[in-house]
C-alpha cells in the first residue's frame, strides 16, 4: 500500500521556521523524484520545491534562498526546511512522488505564519 505521510506543519510566528517530513512507503522511493506543493486558500496548487531522484533540486522564485528540499533514501523521508517564513507561506503543504507512469500525493499539513 502506498502511503505519504506529511508532518511537522504548525503555527509558526512571522519569520520563523519550520521543517516539515514526508515519509514513503509502498514503493521505491529512491526512484521517484520528490516535492512539495502548497495551496492557499481560494489558490491553485502550486509546486514549491522538488528533488529528482539523482539529488538535482528546483525552486519556485518565491521561496528560493529561504526553504531547503532535501531527501534521504535511506529513511524514505523527504524534507522541506522553511526559513524566515512570511504570511504569503500559508498554506496547506502537500507532499509528492512522481516517475514515469505514476504519481502520489500525500494528504497534506497545514503551515500557518502568524504576524
Known amino acids: 500500500q502506498v502511503q505519504l505521510v506529511e508532518s511537522g506543519g504548525g503555527l509558526v510566528q512571522l519569520g520563523g521556521s519550520l521543517r516539515l517530513s514526508c515519509g514513503a512507503s509502498g514503493f521505491t522511493f529512491s526512484t521517484y523524484a520528490t516535492s512539495w506543493y502548497r495551496q492557499a486558500p481560494g489558490k491553485e496548487r502550486e509546486l514549491v520545491a522538488k528533488i529528482s531522484s539523482s539529488g538535482s533540486t528546483y525552486y519556485a522564485d518565491s521561496v528560493k534562498g529561504r526553504f531547503t528540499i532535501s531527501r534521504d533514501n535511506f529513511r524514505n523521508t523527504v524534507y522541506l526546511q522553511m526559513n524566515s517564513l512570511e504570511s504569503e507561506d500559508t498554506a496547506v503543504y502537500y507532499c509528492?512522488?512522481?516517475?514515469?507512469?505514476?504519481?502520489?500525493w500525500g494528504q497534506g499539513t497545514q503551515v500557518t505564519v502568524s504576524s
Open positions: 509528492n512522488a512522481a516517475r514515469r507512469g505514476a504519481t502520489y
